[in-house]
């Protein structure tokens, strides 16, 4: 009798609380807190498929949820407790203002593994993962200036903070070691994902004459106006990020840095799961696989596919860095001298535009 | 039937929403478990609940007071936003200060950023008859931005590397949890205190009745010597009040400090809890809590039934649907006209 009631007690208890992990050999769950919806282009997006990839990897042993347009305020922290309560061993929340609710979270639940992107904290069981987006922003830079004949870059971009700087001034170094002329104009529209701005913001740098076109924020509107003015003029072309935009731009996206997290999710799993993560700080770019080029449009030269296969390359062994001095600021100020590359430190501190950006930063 | 109409619209909103899970390919019964029932399966989550909330009532029975007297302040929003950024703005500005007054000063100055912006649209409206409804939504947008600015430029954390945020607030101006191990605050009793102030406003006061007078029949109140003016600046100057307070008690709850995302629309929200709780207290206080367990509920439906984000959304717009269609359906007789012309 005492045996049925248990069993009865227990029936119920996994009918009321969570009838899905009844399975025995339970595969981990692993959850993933989501900033914007996923979509299909965009920051998220490349996220997601992301966690389809590690999902797949590593089939049978992981099971995988997430929770989609997460404000960064107050909810931010129920959530991914009601990820670890409901069965997660491993989270991943995925933007900036999720490092203080991960934190807190994190330090309430010391036998789970946390990872936050972008950010700055880190603790026992808590890591922190980003990419050198501007990597590939330098190579997107080189590719324009060979192909610029207005010598003028449009660049629409979210927020003054470093990791959106470093991408405008990689752009800008690009695009200047190969046309000295060149030079970069910025518009801020002040959000993450504001198709409608974006758009104007895009048309406006185009009416500036700029025939090449970039944005760092989430959408795809920037590629898709500069497709519809590419009727007016044959050389205005676009550079994607986040995602590989090409079907939105199939005559004028001409590639794009694009983001690759699944490598870093199934590497970072597997290594909770057999128990041998020591920690995470990575940070990682074109050589770990976490970024790389959308293939390159038709319209690109042989011989600047060519270039840019070779700086590729280089930038993967080490030989070159985006930022390597001189590096000079937009008022002449010598940042970092010749022989010396920008150090990370310093790229995380970056708060101002190099020369060769026409626009001037909005002052504190 | 007054208070029969949210029930209506309640059950209503259930057999849609069974209706909608079967159409996504869910068992409504687990649709409805891990939906509504799922989200207060523990202490946590009740606790969470009423975290939630917090923000909406004290939003809403301020808000309700102006639409009783056809006040109508759409900028609830942007009141919160202030109020969040003039409490802040005090935990800022004493970084080291152990005063005890510290919290009640926070909620002072929140309450009057919150006043503050809504004067704006008051006197517009009071001064240059400006519609209320327009200025007041647009001024939640300035505040955004107010918000955007500060967060990215004076009040940036120096040690923060140039991250949108403020420093997070120190120890004594956070508002203090009442039950360990979860997130529910003192905010929770503000709210309830307010609530109880706004019930004896709108029921036992001489200007109450006024207001209600003047919503209710404009005419009526001005031949009995009521001010519109009176009328106008009460109700928008109680739901600034009221949502500079939410703002605060988001800030120095759960945040802890200031950045670009204090709200998720709590101020809009909290216009359905409003109508929901038919403009009473009382009725707020059961509104906001279903409204809260709707967003949780949405939280769960991803997690566990695997359904997009929008669910949340579709359950708010339902509810406020069915509320507006049973009170025409209770005021109004509708009859077929037919060969009247």
């Known amino acids: 009798m005492q045996r049925l009631k248990s069993s009865i007690t227990l029936g119920l208890g996994l009918l009321a609380g969570s009838s899905l992990f009844a399975a025995e050999p339970a595969p981990t769950q692993v959850g993933f807190v989501y900033v914007s919806p996923v979509g299909d282009a965009g920051w998220t997006y490349q996220h997601d498929q992301g966690r389809k990839e590690m999902e797949k990897a590593m089939a049978g042993k992981v099971k995988t949820n997430f929770v989609e347009n997460v404000p960064e305020g107050a909810d931010a922290e129920r959530v991914i ?24 979270v994190a330090s309430a639940f010391p036998d789970k593994f946390f990872f936050h992107a972008t950010g700055y904290k880190t603790g026992k069981n808590m890591g922190i993962y980003n ?104 050389n205005l072309y676009s550079f994607s990020y986040h995602s590989d935009m090409s079907k939105y731009g199939p005559k004028s996206c001409l590639t794009g840095t694009t983001h690759l997290w699944g490598d870093f999710y199934t590497r970072t799993v597997k290594e909770v799961l057999a128990g041998t993560w020591k920690g995470t700080n990575v940070w990682g770019g074109i050589k770990d696989g976490m970024i790389k080029l959308a293939p390159l449009n038709a319209a690109v030269p042989e011989a600047v596919k060519k270039d840019v296969t070779k700086l590729e390359k280089e930038i993967k062994e080490g030989k070159r860095h985006p930022f390597a001095g001189p590096v000079v600021a937009q008022d002449g100020k010598e940042l970092v001298p010749k022989g010396r590359n920008m150090t990370d430190a310093e790229l995380g501190a970056m708060n101002y535009y190099v020369k060769g950006v026409a626009s001037t930063l909005p002052k504190n | 039937m007054r208070y029969l109409s949210p029930l209506l619209a309640v059950a209503l909103m259930l057999v849609c929403g069974m209706v909608l899970f079967l159409v996504l390919g869910k068992s409504p019964v687990e649709g409805f478990k891990v939906f509504f029932i799922q989200p207060m399966a523990d202490r946590y989550g009740v606790a969470e609940l009423f975290l939630k909330a917090t923000p909406l009532m004290l939003c809403a029975v301020g808000l309700s007071v102006g639409f009783r007297g056809n006040v109508w302040n759409i900028g609830a929003e942007g009141q919160l936003l202030v109020g969040a950024l003039a409490g802040g703005g005090v935990a800022l500005f004493f970084p080291n200060s152990h005063s005890p007054l510290l919290l009640p000063a926070m909620f002072v100055a929140g309450a009057l950023g919150g006043m503050l912006w809504a004067a704006i649209p008051a006197w517009l409206r009071t001064r240059f008859n400006a519609n209320e409804i327009l200025t007041s ?105 009221c949502a500079g307070l939410a703002g605060v008690s988001e800030v120095a709850g759960p945040i802890g400090q200031i950045t670009e995302h204090i709200s998720p629309g709590y101020g809009f929200a909290a216009m359905i809890v409003a109508f929901v709780g038919r403009l009473e207290p009382v009725g707020i206080l059961l509104a906001s809590l279903l409204m809260a367990l709707l967003y949780m509920g949405g939280e769960q439906a991803q997690q566990y039934l695997g359904l997009p984000f929008s669910i949340s959304k579709v359950f708010q717009g339902l509810l406020l649907f069915f509320i507006l269609g049973s009170d025409v359906f209770i005021h109004f007789r509708l009859r077929l006209d037919r060969g009247r012309k």
């Open chain 1, 131 to 234: 990419a050198r987006f501007y990597e590939g922003r330098y190579l997107c830079g080189v590719i324009a200036g060979k192909m610029t004949k207005s010598h003028v870059a449009g660049y629409v971009a979210a927020f003054p903070i470093p990791e959106v700087l470093q991408g405008i001034n990689a752009f800008t170094e690009g695009m200047r070691s190969v046309d000295p002329k060149a030079e970069v104009r910025v518009i801020w529209v002040n959000s993450w994902f504001d198709p409608g701005k974006e758009r104007e913001a895009a048309l406006t740098l185009i009416s500036q004459g700029a025939d090449m076109l970039t944005h760092h924020t989430d959408s795809t509107a920037v590629v898709q106006a500069a497709e519809e003015k590419h009727k007016d003029n044959a």
């Open chain 1, 81 to 104: 407790r009601q990820m670890i309560t409901g069965g997660a061993k491993i989270v991943f929340t995925t933007s900036f203002g999720y490092m203080n609710p991960t934190e807190k």
């Open chain 2, 137 to 241: 939504l647009m001024l939640v947008y300035v505040a955004e931005l107010m918000v955007s600015w500060l967060v990215h430029g004076p009040w940036k954390d120096p040690d923060g590397f140039n991250f949108p945020q403020t420093r997070l607030f120190q120890s004594k101006a956070i508002l203090p949890i009442l039950v360990e191990g979860t997130r529910v605050n003192a905010a929770l009793i503000v709210a309830l205190v307010v609530l109880i102030i706004g019930w004896v406003f709108m029921n036992r006061s001489f200007l109450g009745y006024q207001m209600k007078v003047s919503g209710q029949a404009e005419r009526a109140g001005r031949y009995a010597g009521f001010s519109a003016r009176r009328t106008v600046w009460i109700g928008m100057l109680v739901g600034g009040c």
